[in-house]
């Protein structure tokens, strides 16, 4: 199957810096990438939608100018937490689409990010 | 808005037994079912994604049932291992959105 590559694994930094997270879909090209986040004990939540070469679609209640998605390539998108305080402190996971992002195939997902915020 | 429910949330069974997890979901138009597998502070493996049009989808060990009608689904695991303990997670698929259960979490005994 296809391979989405996202690190780093985990992440500690201090509050009040950025933090850089990248996906990577390395057998295919992702056309469409969907970065989720998951508090404990909680549903995966979807945070935003990304089309490769277009601004990110972000779900209601998300901060666009808190959570920076970049998606300039086929084979990369990158989220940004700007500014990090310890309630972003959460497991972030990418997902990759080759197909427009529609949801008729298995949606292939990266290993996810354990951020953690002091 | 879909919400997607999964019961029980967690569960715990020896080893060789065989098992069902529940899933169920508001909103019949999803084109289709999906379960997934998360293993502690890792991503999500895909294991099973059943068509609205399908009623079921098997893999190996792994049986997938969908009832649109009823807004269920359930997975079923034959002969259960340790090696099955994970989270098992179900999500409902809008046209360019799923929308996740919060999981099950399963536990083999040898």
């Known amino acids: 199957g296809a391979v989405v590559s996202q690190h780093p694994s985990w992440v500690i930094c201090k509050s009040g810096t950025s933090v850089k997270i990248e996906c990577r879909s390395l057998d295919f090209q992702a056309t469409t990438m969907f970065w989720y986040r998951q508090f404990p004990k909680q549903s995966l939540m979807l945070m935003a939608t990304s089309n490769e070469g277009s601004k990110a679609t972000y779900e209601q209640g998300v901060e666009k100018d808190k959570f920076l998605i970049n998606h300039a390539s086929l084979t990369l998108s990158t989220l940004t937490v700007t500014s990090a305080h310890p309630e972003d402190s959460s497991f972030y996971i990418c997902?990759?689409?080759?197909?427009?992002?529609?949801?008729?195939?298995?949606?292939?997902f990266g290993s996810g990010t354990q951020l953690s915020v002091l | 808005k879909q919400e997607v429910t999964q019961i029980p949330a967690a569960l715990s069974v020896p080893e060789g037994e065989n098992l069902v997890l529940n899933c169920s979901f508001t909103?019949?138009?999803?084109?289709?079912l999906q379960w997934f597998r998360q293993d502690p502070g890792k991503g999500l493996t895909s294991l099973l994604l059943?068509?609205?049009?399908?009623r079921e989808q098997t893999s190996g060990r792994l049986n997938a049932s969908l009832d649109k009608s009823s807004g269920r689904s359930t997975l079923y695991i034959a002969a259960s291992q340790p090696g099955d303990s994970a989270t098992y997670l179900c999500a409902g698929a809008g046209s360019y959105q799923l929308t996740f259960g919060k999981g099950t979490k399963l536990s083999v005994i040898p």
């Open positions: 059943i068509q609205s049009s399908q």
């Open positions: 997902s990759a689409s080759g197909r427009g992002g529609q949801t008729n195939e298995k949606l292939f």
């Open positions: 909103d019949s138009a999803i084109y289709n």
